[in-house]
């Protein structure tokens, strides 16, 4: 019987959780928060306080953290992952973060006879309840069918993109597609409303040719209504922007139009609207082309 | 009997006015190419040296022309359609070209009895040619559902999005929007072939989630192998986006991306590459990034 200790059970981390024991997993879950602990514990699972009770007893350690100095230091600081896994077992990270830290991770895991992927997910938090999340795996071939019956469990589309770090690499390119989608079709609503077009017939023409993505059909009637509930948080987004500039800056690659979506993701948080979905970006433009 | 003069037989202008034809309207052509001549007498359309003779007997007269100043020469000049046309004729615009253009025509021509829709399509050559273009028509309600049996004839998505001027408002955004799309997923598919990661994979799961798009599914192998046979000519999308910022500023809206996208096209044309597939735009960024 495999079992899983799984770190960081957020928005995303607890309904993948949940579904890991739906498969039939024993599962060891930390969180520093008594009820998120109690559901565990209802479900199942044992709960754990730190990250050593967590791993110890687990052939596959999960984390799913909001950020790159998070997953640094609960895998490479000294009471961490690393220093707490059993030799042999398998560690998986799940986290947005940089490339860098996950080759940082495989090489010391390594050292240390711990083998590690990096597993990216998209989907969202409707993605991880339905299991239908996209995964996206940098790592080992042997070691990615390995955790293939994990990755079922979690998600729809799997996909091993390359080795340790290609699956941030991959999800660093899908927050960089997202984000300018959500830029370039902010720039058209606004230029369109501000030209007495009728809007409706206008997003179904566009939408029925070449212009047409799954960012116009999620996003562009909420974009219009100025209807921000999220969804993915825009400071989430404007996180994630960041480590893909740190990621193009050391693969020697200029992203000019990410570059200036990025600053203005900044100055969407600086207006208050890091909490609002990340469509919420065209008030931004909005607000460059407000009328005196 | 509708019978319609024809302005502007080119790439697109061509198989529009022999769907024309099939569709059993008279036709006058005008080319001041022999060849194009002997074609449309071939199939049964006369053919016309001058603006003048093109108009004279038609009830609806469409111009299919490059670029702003040759609509507004052949529309608005001492021996142009609003001079030669019939009154209660109708004026259609296919080209694409500024919304203010439009607008001005449509003035003119009130004052002299000849009514005007602006009519921009999308859908490239294939399009005209298998009569499945979009079709953003901008203009009098009524003016439209008279037009209707001939844009019919020409497309499969037709709609109307408002007063003279908004069809090319619609076409600006569209332009607008691909352009940007064709730069971002330029950008993405740089920083991924130097990160070593296995392109089919990444493409594939990035076009299964919300980074999808119609671009991406159209042009991103092309892109990867950089082949680059038009498709949609890059220097005709580089004089498309001077007609997008010209009617942003008027609207009185920033589009800072479109605005930097604008100056790569205008890079990829300084480079030779301006009768290439507008997507051979990644050649530039590729260059930006090309390690020494």
Do not use: W
């Amino acid at each position: 019987m495999t079992t899983i200790g799984f770190i960081g059970l957020g928005i995303m981390g607890r309904p993948m959780a949940f579904n890991l024991l739906t498969a039939g997993y024993e599962l060891v879950g930390l969180s520093r928060h008594c009820e998120v602990r109690d559901q565990l514990v209802e479900r199942g699972a044992r709960a754990a306080l730190d990250v050593e009770t967590a791993c110890s007893d687990a052939d596959v350690i999960i984390t799913m953290l909001p950020d790159s100095p998070d997953v640094a230091e609960v895998v490479l600081g000294e009471r961490g992952v690393l220093n707490s896994a059993k030799p042999g077992s398998l560690y998986i990270d799940m986290s947005t973060v940089s490339p860098d830290v996950e080759r940082e991770i495989a090489l010391e895991g390594r050292r240390k006879g711990i083998r590690s992927l990096d597993a990216p997910v998209s989907g969202g938090e409707k993605g991880a309840i339905d299991a239908t999340l996209s995964i996206m795996v940098g790592g080992e071939k042997e070691d990615f069918l390995l955790a293939m019956p994990i990755f079922k469990a979690l998600g729809s589309t799997i996909a091993h993109v390359g080795p340790n770090g290609a699956g941030q690499t991959v999800k660093a390119a899908n927050q960089l597609i997202i984000a300018g989608a959500i830029e370039v079709l902010s720039e058209a609503i606004v230029f369109l409303q501000a030209s007495g077009v009728e809007m409706d017939a206008a997003m179904t023409v566009l939408a029925g040719g070449l212009a047409g993505s799954r960012i116009m059909e999620a996003k562009s009637q909420a974009m219009i209504a100025s209807q921000f509930t999220p969804g993915f948080r825009l400071d989430l987004h404007r996180k994630d922007l960041g480590i893909v500039l740190d990621a193009a800056k050391r693969a020697g690659v200029a992203v000019p139009a990410t570059g200036l979506t990025a600053q203005l993701f900044a100055a969407a948080v600086s207006q208050g609207l890091g909490h609002q979905d990340h469509s919420a970006l065209i008030e931004v433009l909005k607000g460059l082309s407000a009328q005196a």
